[in-house]
């Protein structure tokens, strides 16, 4: 996906689960934003005005948030309902 400031965001599942990112121009080398506690991040979402990236687990059941400006991050819901729901 791309998203505000000219960047490509990404996730990956399995062993090396994580959020990446890395400019569009390749000025910079890949970022990864956020890779403890996650599995299998995935239906990436960006609110580019308020630079915040959304994403579901649904391995783990629940819908994160993290701020790009400082890094910080969240829990918005647990539920089992986001394992069925993304699952079909």
Same mark, same amino acid.
């Given at each position: ?20 990112? &890395? ?7 890949? *970022? ?5 506690? &996650?599995?299998?991040? *995935? *239906? ?7 630079? &915040? ?8 059941? &629940? ?26």
């Amino acid at each position: 996906m791309v998203g505000c400031c000219r960047k490509l965001y990404w996730s990956e599942c399995g062993r090396s689960a994580a959020v990446r990112s &890395v400019n569009l121009d390749g000025s910079a080398a890949v *970022s990864e934003l956020v890779s403890d506690g &996650v599995r299998c991040p *995935s *239906s990436l979402r960006l609110d580019s005005p308020r630079r &915040v990236l959304y994403w579901v687990d649904p391995d783990l059941g &629940v819908i994160s948030s993290l701020m790009l400006d400082t890094g910080h991050r969240r829990v918005c819901i647990r539920s089992d309902f986001v394992r069925y729901y993304v699952a079909w």
